[in-house]
């Protein structure tokens, strides 16, 4: 079939890889002419996705870039899967809002049109079928099938991959479905049908909620565990072992990543819009881990006070920027909201990550050193890369805190 991806970032490049490799022509609009140009020259800016990876399926004829939504002409199934932020805020749908409006042009009878996107339930009904039938002058049920698949790309996740994950699929009829779900039936192992679209929007929504708020709680139990002079690592060991009814989250810097600062505002804003009320575990856990990265400088700033040092000139070593191990992913990152405010008061702040070249403002280095270590006054520990050898943090560093519990204990290292 011919498939036009629109966005091709974190989650529509490797959905437009995957159709490719299974027999399908795709085309991936990408209206930023830079990125375009880069993925046309074959050059991947998305880690899950190698070059080669791409070259290949250039090569054989099976995908293509473009900026020109001319291109879209022909489809028979589009995917959208560009960017839901945040803009003051509240939800902002402008990316969607442009994709429906773009692609709806180039819909014909019977061609398919799925959002991923995630969203407030609602948005595919009450925002994008509007504007795909105001653009292509057809009845959507009627004329052509809309649908909505829940995108659940994890990037650096080697386990769980595009095709082992299983995909929420819904659509606006029974015939919608039926189109979406046999589309993504020949790219991933296991489809789940959801009743309607809203039941799998909400589903998105809900998955990262839940993690927001069990973060934000073993994030509060963590700063009350400190105070009780408890050792909350050991406590969450011993609860981890219940074999039913628990599953383990770890106190951290705060929450990153597109998902979980954003989603849950999302449904947040959308009931108190459409209800009048207000969701109130997301409120406070939303409070709770933007409060975290502050919490992680005043637990460090402690700590300095105890060995007659002050905050303002004292040397730093942040080891790791990027909001998960294992990725150059900067998205909402906890850990710069750290280095910033560590910044802010006067701290000298040398950053090492092995993902990322550099940091404005903030000297920077890719490899961590023994010499590097033993010349800080404190580390601080807030992604926990696999390149790091915490051992060799633990042995020589005077004082460690570990936002991330990576380092084995020691002496001199404080776990968040």
């Known amino acids: ?68 939504p001319r291109d879209l002409k022909g489809f028979e199934i589009a995917v959208i899967t560009v960017p839901t932020p945040l803009t003051n805020r509240a939800p ?20 398919t049109v799925i959002l991923e996107s995630t969203t407030y339930p609602g948005t595919t009904r009450d925002v994008v079928i509007p504007l795909l039938e105001e653009g292509s002058g057809l009845t959507a049920g009627k004329d052509f099938h809309v649908g909505f698949s829940p995108e659940r790309i994890d990037p650096g996740n080697a386990t769980w ?24 039936d020949s790219l ?3 489809t789940v049908s959801a009743s309607g679209l809203e ?19 073993v994030n509060e139990l963590g700063k009350l565990g400190h105070l009780l002079g408890v050792d909350v690592g050991d406590a969450l060991d011993c609860a981890a072992t219940k074999p039913f009814g ?47 990265p502050a ?52 701290a000298d702040c040398t950053v090492v990550d092995p993902h990322l070249t550099s940091h404005p403002g903030t000297p920077y280095l890719t490899a961590l050193t023994e010499r590097d270590l033993a010349g800080a006054d404190a580390v601080l520990v807030l992604t926990d890369h696999p390149e790091f050898d915490f051992e060799t943090v633990r042995d020589h560093a005077a004082y460690v805190l570990d936002t991330r519990r990576a380092v084995p204990a020691g002496a001199h290292v404080e776990h968040l």
């Open 199 to 217: 039941e799998a929007e909400l589903a998105k929504v809900f998955e990262n909620t839940f993690r927001h708020v069990n973060i934000a709680l």
């Open 161 to 184: 991959r595009f095709e082992n994950t299983p995909k929420v699929v819904s659509g606006l009829t029974p015939a919608c479905l039926e189109r979406v779900k046999a589309f993504y």
């Open 1 to 68: 079939m011919n498939i036009t991806v629109l966005g091709q970032g974190y989650v529509g490049l490797p959905l437009a890889m995957r159709a490719a490799e299974t027999g399908h022509n795709v085309t991936g609009y990408e209206p930023d002419y830079a990125r375009c140009a880069q993925l046309t020259s074959g050059d991947s800016y998305v880690e899950d996705i190698p070059s080669a990876r791409l070259r290949e399926a250039i090569a054989a004829d099976t995908y293509r870039a473009t900026d020109d």
């Open 295 to 346: 919490y992680v400088v005043e637990r460090l700033q402690s700590a300095l006070n105890r060995f007659g040092k002050c905050l303002k000139g004292a040397r730093i070593l942040a080891l790791g920027l990027t909001y998960k191990p294992g990725t150059a992913d900067m998205r909402e990152s906890p850990a710069r909201t750290v280095v910033e405010l560590l910044t802010a008061q006067g």
């Open 92 to 111: 902002d749908l402008t990316c969607v809002r442009d994709a429906a409006r773009t692609v709806s042009y180039y819909i014909e009878p019977g061609s």
């Open 188 to 190: 991933v192992d296991t």
């Open 246 to 292: 628990f599953m383990r989250f770890t106190p951290g810097p705060g929450v990153g990543g597109h998902c979980l600062p954003i989603d849950p505002v999302y449904l947040s804003h959308h009931v108190r819009q459409q209800l009048g009320e207000t969701f109130r575990f997301v409120e406070l856990a939303q409070e709770v881990n933007e409060r975290q």
